[in-house]
């Protein structure tokens, strides 16, 4: 791998994948990026860093030219809550700005890496072990732009031969940064809750599953999807990834072994349970495990244990 830049840096993901790409392939070879600063102390501000508004194609191409970058992870986008809030701002920076990176990296010769989601499948859509390959009809303006966005960048695969590679990521439970305003927050925000008040109030009904994986395993992911050998790729944009699916009263009786007096109950937003009730339960993976062997690390009981613990210690009053 040679120079990276990593659009939306600042975010859930970026505030991971930064220092994971530094770690493996040097701190003066990866350039974080972002409409806004990254956190002052945070372990993805040691090292370049450049404002790139996305919408912009001379911001993106300055910051290319000028670290001679060969590979983008292009982060930058709304989520699906927010972006059912703002539906033209979603598809400008959703759509617009993936189209400008793209062209940015035809121009010289970028590989792209781009991040899906389960968001990209819609309620026609089978529900259960949905499969690599299959009915994609979203109702959200979020969805709508992620398939768009795995058909156009298998397009500049297939016309112009650009290395663009993706995955279609489940709900991602964290602890570095908070999430940015998706239908999944509620798996991080749980955590935060339990730590503080043994309480937690939820936005989705207590029977909803969903697809969800903790983020190490996502970064390890990306990582090894952009090294994978690309003679054994046949899908490219995007593939099904999967870890754990559960339902938040599951996940509430799991925190329950290490917070044993925790409480969850429901506030509903119709919202966000609409957007969830047109996503799947769960994926199936084989593809990924088949073409770049993706394994999974993390399963509900280890990310639970992990999540607490590392959280306690972040949340842990300055002495
Ligand atoms: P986030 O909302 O936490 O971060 C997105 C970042 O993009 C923010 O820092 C924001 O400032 C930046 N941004 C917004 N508009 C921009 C613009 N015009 N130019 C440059 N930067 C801009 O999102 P995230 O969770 O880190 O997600 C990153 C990507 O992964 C998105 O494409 C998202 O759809 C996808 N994804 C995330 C999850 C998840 O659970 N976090 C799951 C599936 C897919
Ligand atoms: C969201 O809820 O919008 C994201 C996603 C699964 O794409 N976490």
Redesign the pocket.
Known sequence: MGRILV????????SELVPALRERYGADRVVA????MLPAGSPAAEGPFEV????HVSEIEAAVQRHEIDAIYH?????SAVAEEQPRVAWN??MG?LYRVLEVARQHGCAVFL?????AFGPTTPREATPQDTLQRPTTI?GIT?VSAELLCDYYHQRFGLDTRGIR????ISHV?K????T?DWAVEIFYQAIRYAHYTCFLRADCCLDMMYMPDAIRAMIELMEADPDRLIHRNAFNLSAMHFTPERLAQEIRRHVPDFAIDYDVDPVRQAIADSWPASVDDSAAREEWGWQPRYDIASTTRDMLERLREKLRPAR
Not at 7 to 14: E, F, L, M, R, Y
Not at 169 to 172: C, I, M, Q, S
Request: with cysteine; net charge neutral.
């Open positions: 659009t939306g840096a600042a975010g859930q993901i970026g990026s972002d409409l806004r790139v508004d996305c919408v982060l930058a986008a709304l989520l920076v959703n700005g991040p899906s989601s389960i968001g979020y992620k990521l489940p709900g991602l940064a999430p940015g305003g998706g999944t």
